[in-house]
């Protein structure tokens, strides 16, 4: 058994569909960035196969940007990009919204992470290539999105299906004495999060460190 602690971060890049909303959510984001720490828990099979599993944090930060305007009435529901043209009751009460957003986003995720790798030993190093996909428990989602109106809308009203997050790496051990090493990890993970308005494909190639002990 191995016991690993990790810290680590990187780029974050979102990808959407074709639609018009799907363009200008893409629009309304940059490149962001990506913070997480995993403990990880690797039980050793024949040939060098190892089977680990354990806790994942994920942080996702972008910034949103948006300006524009739209009609709402009195409660601020959204009526249009212009005043209805059969608008007849005089008591109806129209607002002209005239927004400016620029907001960094602001997304967490907790999960189980489930992996496969293969361990190589040469003299004091260990080369480890591995394959994981990690089931989402827990996450919360602060900030805005462009919604089916083409306006911004805080993320948090959504009811999110997230989609398994997958992940391919390599780390690299740096043996330190018999049950501690130095380990560097290089991975390129993938999440699918739908909102029910548009799926949005977020890639996260990320480095991290982190020390492994084995029991």
Not at 14 to 37: M, N, P, V
Not at 109 to 123: G, Q, T
Not at 128 to 156: C, H, K, M, R, W
Not at 159 to 171: E, F, I, N, Q, R
């Amino acid at each position: 058994w191995t016991l690993t602690m990790l810290f680590g971060g990187g780029l974050l890049a979102s990808d959407y569909g074709t639609s018009d909303i799907a363009a200008q959510r893409l629009e309304s984001l940059s490149q962001g960035f990506s913070l997480s720490s995993h403990f990880g828990v690797s039980y050793q099979l024949p040939k060098g196969i190892q089977l680990s599993t354990g806790l994942e944090y994920s942080h996702y930060s972008q910034l949103f940007q948006w300006s524009g305007q739209y009609i709402a009435d009195r409660d601020g529901v959204f009526v249009g990009r212009e005043i209805p043209s059969n608008l007849q009751a005089e008591e109806y009460i129209l607002i002209v919204k005239d927004r400016q957003l620029v907001k960094y986003n602001s997304r967490a995720f907790v999960d189980i992470p489930l992996a496969l790798s293969l361990r190589k030993e040469i003299s004091s190093w260990v080369v480890e290539p591995f394959a994981s996909v990690a089931f989402n428990i827990l996450d919360t989602q602060n900030g805005y999105a462009v919604n089916e109106n083409g306006i911004p809308q805080t993320l948090n009203i959504y009811a999110y299906k997230l989609s398994p997050k997958v992940g391919l790496g390599l780390d690299v051990e740096r043996r330190l004495s018999e049950s501690w090493g130095l380990v560097g990890r290089a991975a390129y993970y993938r999440r699918k999060i739908g909102d029910g308005v548009e799926d949005e494909v977020v890639r996260t190639p990320q480095m991290s460190v982190g020390l492994r002990y084995g029991l």
